[in-house]
């Protein structure tokens, strides 16, 4: 079973510009969470998707916003970037039988550089 | 408000050198716990979720555990090829994971 996928892996771009990122959940699963990942904040929540709606939101600006297909495939966008936007960003895909009971699995991260 | 806490930050350990990861957490109502392994530059890896005290999981080199206020992670015999941070997270909300801050592991040969 092909796991979770990201592209692309690499993305540089300078400040001010705007950026989309793809993932693709494992094959059923409806779920996906994005996260973003820093050396001084560690993981951090961004937004999950279910069915095409967001669900659940972390405490970051409205910069950052995502969507989901109706094959559960999601984007997240990051508009007027900002030098500490800088991260890998996670995609994780979960099947979401109980809300909260899910184990997550995590895909190889887009790690974006904003100069 | 949902706190994990891991310890240690990092851990230098000689190949066969056995020891134990720590992750304590405060939260209303646990809804499991889970353990995930990253090296890096890429994205974690999962490992283990436990769900009520006193449950204990095991893979390879790794186990589990689980009491009301903690969970350890204990590495049997490692090798170098278990050197990685390992983070534990326990469910934040809907269906969102809330993250400790990992403990590096280092085994040196």
């Not at chain 1, 109980?98 to 995590?106: A, I, K, L, P, S």
């Not at chain 2, 851990?11 to 090296?39: A, H, I, K, M, P």
């Amino acid at each position: 079973k092909a796991g979770v996928t990201q592209t692309p892996r690499y993305l540089i771009k300078t400040r001010g510009q705007q950026v989309t990122l793809s993932c693709s959940p494992i094959s059923g699963h409806r779920s996906v969470s994005w996260y973003q990942q820093t050396p001084g904040q560690g993981l951090q929540f961004l937004f999950e998707y279910f069915s095409e709606t967001q669900r659940n939101k972390g405490n970051f600006p409205g910069r950052f916003s995502g969507r989901q297909f109706s094959n559960s495939r999601s984007e997240m966008n990051v508009s007027t970037l900002e030098l500490g936007d800088s991260a890998l960003y996670l995609c994780a895909s979960s099947l979401n039988f109980r809300q909260g009971y899910n184990e997550q699995f995590f895909g190889p991260g887009t790690r974006l550089t904003v100069l | 408000e949902d706190q994990v806490t891991q310890s240690p930050e990092a851990l230098r350990l000689q190949e066969g050198e056995s020891s134990s990861l720590n992750c304590s957490y405060t939260v209303s109502g646990l809804r499991g716990l889970f353990w995930y392994r990253q090296d890096p530059g890429k994205g974690p890896e999962f490992l283990f979720t436990l769900y009520s005290a006193g449950e204990e999981k095991e893979k390879e080199r790794l186990k589990a555990t689980l009491t009301k206020k903690e969970s350890f992670l204990h590495i049997t015999a490692p090798k170098p090829e278990d050197s990685a941070t390992y983070l534990c997270a326990v469910p934040g909300g809907a269906n969102n994971l809330f993250f400790g801050t990992g403990t590096r592991l280092t085994v040196i040969p």
